[in-house]
Structure formats: C-alpha cells, structure tokens
C-alpha cells in the first residue's frame, strides 16, 4: 500500500473510531423529562455513577429532575446514607420558582426528616443554609444546582457552575440534605423510588 493510500486508510479510521465514540458518548446518559443526565461523572477524582433519577412533582406540575451520584449502586437509605467518597445530587430546574419558593421546599424537607438533637448540633449550618436561598435569584427552567458531598472539604453547592456560599464541613449536614429526598418523608415518594433505582408507576428511571 503506498504512503497515501495508508494516510487515507489511517484518517477513515479515525473518522469511523470518532463517530463510535460519538454515539457510546450519546448512548451514556440518562435522559428524564427531557433533561440528559450522564450515567458517569467524576467528582473530587472519583468516578461515580448515576444511582437513579426521576421528577420532583407538586401536585400535578412537574418542578425539576434529580439524579443522585455514588461511586457503587445502592438501592437502600441507609448504604446511601454510609457509601464512602464524594456523592452528588444534581438538580434540574423544569419550571421557574422563586428562591423563597425552593428554600421552603429544602428546609421543610430538613425539618421533617431530620430529629432534634441532630438539629441541634447542626443549627449553624441550617441557618446558613437557609440564609442562603436569600442571596439566588429566582430559579429559572433549564437551570442546574449541583449539591455535592466531598471528603476533606465538605458540602459544596452550585448554581450554573457558580459555587453558593462556603463549604459545611459535616457530613451529618449532608446526609440531612440527602433525606430531602431520601427520608421518611421525603419531598416526593416516586422520586425517592426513583433515585433509590426502584420501580416507579410515573416512569421515573431505576
């Protein structure tokens, strides 16, 4: 085969290898309500895997898509609540809310799944943390917060790729987030089946 023939044979094949890639990059994510969640991201150096994703609902509206991150898949509250390394919930926006309207969502889910000496030794963090909604805009559809557990700094919060506040350091903070979702009474039953990779009659992913 002379030079050019091979350059030609060599540049088809990557051509071909780029389009296979192209479309396992495609097949490797999620999609719920129309939002793609990638199956796999790496967070503090740690690949992880989408545990499970499914819709937030109020009433009849859907308000946003949350997909949770951990390094293996678990399908219990409590192996969720234990896995070790970082872990990621990421939340996106379906509908505009206003930040009074989210916050109260997040802080009746703490209240209600979280017990009182935990609240406790926590008040200074859930304060700031309520404060904070004070200081997001009203939530737009279409937009991404991230809400991510990673050892040695703590509980990281963003907004479209902007970090929200500084760190909480307790990892009891980000399991009380975890129960907004995954509690005994959480803020959605079909979400929690959903994120947990359990069966839902609305269609979530498991």
């Not at 990638?38 to 503090?44: G, H, P, S, T």
């Not at 939340?91 to 997040?106: A, K, T, Y």
């Amino acid at each position: 085969m002379r030079w050019n023939q091979t350059k030609q044979w060599l540049a088809g094949c990557g051509l071909t290898m780029g389009l296979v890639m192209g479309l396992v990059m495609q097949a490797q994510a999620t999609e719920v309500a129309g939002v793609k969640l990638e199956d796999n991201i790496q967070l503090a150096n740690t690949d992880l895997k989408l545990n499970g994703a499914g819709i937030r609902y109020k009433a009849i509206f859907k308000v946003y898509v949350a997909g949770l991150y951990l390094k293996e898949k678990k399908t219990t509250v409590p192996d969720v609540l234990a896995a070790p390394g970082p872990r990621r919930v990421t939340i996106v926006m379906l509908r505009d809310l206003s930040n009074e309207d989210f916050g109260r969502g997040f802080m009746q889910g703490i209240q209600q799944n979280t017990d009182k000496a935990e609240k406790a030794k926590l008040t200074a963090q859930f304060l700031r943390f309520g404060e904070l909604f004070a200081s997001v805009p009203e939530l737009k559809k279409g937009d991404v917060m991230t809400n991510d557990w990673i050892p040695g700094v703590g509980t990281v919060l963003t907004l479209n790729g902007k970090k929200l506040g500084e760190p909480y350091p307790d990892l009891a903070f980000y399991n009380a987030l975890l129960r907004i979702w995954l509690g005994d009474s959480p803020v959605d039953k079909g979400l929690k089946k959903a994120m947990l990779a359990e069966p839902d009659d609305r269609g979530n992913y498991r």
